[in-house]
T-cell receptor
Framework: GAGVSQSPSNKVTEKGKDVELRCDPI?????LYWYRQSLGQGLEFLIY????????KSGLPSDRFSAERTGGSVSTLTIQRTQQEDSAVYLC???????????FGPGTRLTVL | QKEVEQNSGPLSVPEGAIASLNCTYS??????FFWYRQYSGKSPELIMF????GDKEDGRFTAQLNKASQYVSLLIRDSQPSDSATYLC??????????FGKGTKLSVKP
């Protein structure tokens, strides 16, 4: 079946612009996670959705970051007023239940000039 | 704050040898441990998970967990050039999220 998909695969933007990253999880997966992988850094957890609800947003790096999930499916990560330090690969993962294996999407590579 | 530490490598082994990858974690209460493989430019893929002390074997891969020492390792037997990748150790966090180490880069030389 289809895996986790993310779009766009690459995004180049200018500092100060807003960007929107999309994640389409595996059908039926109720839990969805966003991570960020910066060059030379490990994967950093950003936010988690159970259904449409994100119980804890404290992992988001700043108030410029927001995320939503609608219909228990597609999720969007929005970064406002992008900064160069936002440049990274943004990965989305989904899982049927919180305790199950997480399946990662291919990621969106964001470059802020 | 849970932390996961790995030697960044690179770890270089000859083809056919055993590769040993190590990881330590800070939270003694951690229960679930994972090894992911990440090829350059690709997303992580799960190799193994382990929850109980001891060894868990799957094909050429063996995960070892020692909760008393807060240590988890991955052994790759009969290493192949196709095993060359970055190996990420992770523990499960309070929201079911994964807390990753920075990864160990493995290079298997033909």
């Amino acid at each position: 079946g289809a895996g986790v998909s993310q779009s766009p695969s690459n995004k180049v933007t200018e500092k100060g612009k807003d960007v929107e990253l999309r994640c389409d999880p595996i059908s039926g997966h109720t839990a969805l996670y966003w991570y960020r992988q910066s060059l030379g850094q490990g994967l950093e957890f950003l936010i988690y959705f159970q259904g449409n609800s994100a119980p804890d947003k404290s992992g988001l790096p700043s108030d410029r970051f927001s995320a939503e999930r609608t219909g228990g499916s597609v999720s969007t990560l929005t970064i406002q007023r992008t900064q160069q330090e936002d440049s990274a690969v943004y990965l989305c993962a989904s899982t049927p239940k919180v305790v199950d294996e997480q399946f990662f999407g291919p990621g969106t590579r964001l470059t802020v000039l | 704050q849970k932390e996961v530490e790995q030697n960044s490598g690179p770890l270089s082994v000859p083809e056919g040898a055993i590769a040993s990858l190590n990881c330590t974690y800070s939270d003694r209460g951690s229960q679930s441990f994972f090894w992911y493989r990440q090829y350059s430019g690709k997303s992580p893929e799960l190799i193994m998970f382990i929850y109980s002390n001891g060894d868990k074997e799957d094909g050429r891969f063996t995960a070892q967990l020692n909760k008393a020492s807060q240590y988890v390792s991955l052994l790759i037997r009969d290493s192949q050039p196709s095993d060359s990748a970055t190996y990420l150790c992770a523990v499960r966090g309070s929201q079911g999220n994964l807390i990753f180490g920075k990864g160990t880069k493995l290079s298997v030389k033909p």
